[in-house]
């Protein structure tokens, strides 16, 4: 295979002089080439990365709730101590209960010691219940991921009645 710099009729730079351009140059052979994207590192990995952190509109709009009568015996599953009788606590979609100061750093940017970086997530901790975020291409990933596994139980459901 000719080189780009060949199959264009131009010459490649001299390496002390413009060390950018030429780095230009050979992403544009990549993508005349079409390079897959990921080789590239231009698209992440969602099944291998953490989620961004959820939509800070999301999480502001999580449901207050009063704890009464019974659900005083609940534990809030971050920190295990039970809710007080009038406390308020935030309810997650997935109706999970959290005390505010147990639940807000989980959806936002959190130091996470054991990684020495920071972490973030868009999910309850209990159940994994994800909450919008406000990265596009990871919504993207979750739109898919979606669409594949409606089409897998739609294919099974379909294999299930042929032979029931």
Same mark, same amino acid.
């Given at each position: 295979m000719a080189s780009y710099f060949d199959e264009h009729d131009c010459e490649l730079l001299h390496p002390e002089q413009d060390a950018q351009t030429n780095m230009l140059l050979e992403l544009a052979r990549s993508l005349f080439n079409r390079m897959d994207f990921e080789d590239l590192g231009l698209v992440v990995d969602w099944d291998h990365h953490?989620? @961004? @952190?959820?939509?800070? &509109?999301?999480?502001?709009?999580? @449901?207050? &709730?009063?704890?009464r009568g019974s659900q005083a015996e609940l534990k809030c599953p971050v920190c295990l101590l039970e809710f007080e009788e009038e406390e308020t606590a935030i309810e997650m979609p997935c109706h999970h209960l959290f005390h505010s100061n147990c639940i807000l750093p989980w959806l936002s940017k959190t130091w996470a010691r054991t990684l020495h970086c920071f972490s973030q997530t868009n999910s309850c901790p209990l159940?994994?219940? !994800?909450? @919008?975020t406000d990265d596009?291409?990871?919504? !993207?990933?979750?739109?898919?991921?979606?669409?594949?596994?409606q089409q897998k139980h739609r294919l099974e459901n379909l294999h299930g009645a042929m032979y029931t």
């Open positions: 953490l989620p @961004p @952190p959820a939509a800070k &509109t999301a999480v502001e709009n999580l @449901p207050r &709730t009063v704890i159940c994994r219940h !994800e909450l @919008p596009d291409t990871y919504e !993207e990933y979750r739109r898919d991921k979606a669409r594949k596994q």
